[in-house]
């Protein structure tokens, strides 16, 4: 196990700055935001700023933070380089009068600018708490795909940008995959599940946590972005401007207060385009998967945005417009979830399946790195996902003008209403068992819903007995009480026998007790069943 002096000499803070990094926190056109790190030693520090071949620098102060980490104490100093000119190159440094950093360069977005370009990555996590946290993949990608692109204008992530964020051993790591990178192009970050992860020891991963307020994201991004989130919630939710476009970058806590942040933030906005970014993915591609915590927590909030990035999966995946529960065609009619995949050949290996409510998915199971890219041209946004080996997984073109979405692709809208667990068709499993409404009241078949899950079946007379994510629920033909491991309930109406002579049961009384709930979509008719827990249901073989 390393001790704090032996990983000071490794990747520690000293005088000299380190861990260098642009963002944009003000008026992109006119302003640019540096960050870097130092030990202790070091009190103050200030940016010195120009545009090339000029003779009189600017300079602008620099905000401290001093971080106690698990391994280090360092200092995090923030500096605002304002008074800027748009669409202009601009060199700069940073430091105190002794120790100072290299020179780097930077440009600024033009003023009011409607044709931009800016790379998507996500769940860039690599390797454990045992360093060195070697991100130099990361970085020979990242450099490849940015002299491939160089139109980009700055990166922006789907979270997961470290694999235990309450350590300083993969932040530092981390910031090493972007050395060379981001000193000149800024770097939007979105906090995902294991930027907040955590463990008492790291080196034995004892007592796993999550920190609701991720100290080490929120301390050492602390000046970077805009503090203009929900209160108590800032830095992890942030949003700022680029040109036409608006992007919220949301967290993984205080789902409540983001959603008001979202609603407030995309009804003040006048831009063109309105851009949100949250970890977990709503419209998701795995069998396991869930987000009935974010969703509809969120709904009224995402359900204002053009596009909502996400990350978390590590396979790609592209929806239909989405609005609360309805899957549409137009950009007019609902928000379309873009979930990137990993970006560090970290794939998750088979976790895809098809869902009713995504146009596109690849599962990436070669392991190779993927990334976005999105073009804006004025009312037009053409998201573009890669493959590091050159292959392209999507192409699509969203015209706001047009209304329309190209390639053209039709939601489907059923005239006989299907059943869905988890966005899947049942398929075989409810061809001609299908949900019936009688009098108000949908009703789903019991035995083919947890056959197809992967639960426990038992079918007697008149009865049939499920077992599926830790619980059991005994139905009785013609009864509404539920026999259950914890007791007895009543459904909203009595289990009936319907087609195919199968055991039938109100959609909401079949769910209470196996942590699960049921949603109809009206204006497709189909019938989706989500449950609360991402475990895969194996039923026990004697």
Not at 122 to 134: F, K, L, T
Not at 170 to 198: A, L, R, Y
Request: glycine share 8%; with cysteine.
């Amino acid at each position: 196990m390393i001790t704090k002096s032996e990983w000071k000499n490794i990747r520690g803070s000293s005088p000299k700055p380190d861990q260098i990094m642009l963002s944009i926190k003000g008026d992109a056109s006119r302003s640019m935001t540096v960050r870097w790190r130092t030990d202790t030693s070091v009190d103050c520090g200030y940016a010195l700023y120009r545009e090339p071949g000029t003779d009189c620098w600017m300079k602008a102060e620099a905000e401290k933070i001093t971080f106690a980490t698990d391994m280090d104490e360092s200092n995090f100093f923030f500096a605002d380089m304002t008074g800027l000119n748009p669409d202009t190159k601009y060199e700069y440094t940073c430091g105190d009068d002794v120790n100072r950093s290299a020179v780097y360069t930077f440009k600024t977005a033009k003023e009011n600018a409607t044709k931009f370009s800016f790379l998507c990555i996500s769940d860039i996590q690599a390797g454990d708490a045992e360093p060195p946290a070697d991100y130099s993949v990361l970085r020979e990608f990242l450099g490849k795909v940015l002299k491939e692109h160089p139109e980009c204008e700055f990166i922006l992530t789907g979270g997961d940008n470290t694999n235990c964020g309450q350590t300083d051993i993969q932040w530092t790591g981390m910031f090493e995959g972007f050395k060379g990178i981001c000193e000149s192009i800024p770097v939007m970050f979105c906090m995902g599940n294991h930027d907040d992860m955590g463990f008492s020891s790291y080196f034995t991963k004892e007592d796993k946590y999550y920190s609701e307020h991720a100290e080490y994201f929120t301390n050492q991004l602390w000046g970077s972005y805009a503090h203009n989130g929900p209160e108590g919630w800032c830095v992890a939710n942030h949003a700022f401007d680029y040109g036409n476009a608006h992007f919220c970058i949301t967290g993984t806590s205080g789902y409540e207060e983001m959603n008001e942040w979202l609603i407030e933030q995309a009804e003040k906005s006048d831009k063109t385009w309105k851009f949100a970014v949250h970890h977990f993915p709503v419209n998701y591609a795995g069998p396991e998967l869930e987000c009935d915590d974010t969703y509809p927590a969120m709904r009224d909030g995402m359900d204002k945005y053009d596009i909502v990035f996400s990350g978390h999966e590590h396979s790609f995946s592209r929806s239909y417009p989405r609005r609360g529960e309805g899957i549409y065609d137009k950009p007019s009619q609902g928000t379309i979830h873009y979930n990137l995949a990993a970006s560090h050949r970290n794939s998750g290996g088979p976790k895809i399946v098809p869902k009713v409510w995504n146009v596109k998915s690849y599962g990436n199971e070669d392991s190779l790195s993927m990334f976005s890219i999105v073009d804006i041209d004025g009312d037009k946004c053409t998201l573009t996902a890669f493959v590091e080996d050159g292959k392209t997984a999507d192409k699509c073109i969203v015209d706001k003008g047009n209304d329309i979405i190209l390639p053209y692709d039709l939601a489907p809208v059923y005239n006989q209403t299907r059943i869905k667990f988890k966005g899947y068709d049942l398929g075989l499993c409810s061809v001609v068992t299908l949900p019936r409404n009688i009098d108000g009241i949908w009703y789903v078949p019991i035995g083919q819903i947890i056959n197809f899950i992967g639960g426990d079946v038992e079918r007697t007379k008149g009865k049939i007995k499920v077992g599926v994510y830790n619980r059991t629920a005994e139905f009785t033909e013609n009864s509404a009480t539920v026999v259950t491991e914890n007791g007895e309930y009543e459904m909203e109406a009595p289990c009936l026998r319907l087609d195919e002579g199968q055991l039938y049961a109100p959609m909401h009384g079949f769910c209470k007790n196996l942590r699960m709930h049921a949603y109809y979509y009206e204006h497709n008719n189909f019938i989706t069943i989500e449950s609360e827990v991402q475990h895969r249901p194996v039923p026990y073989q004697p």
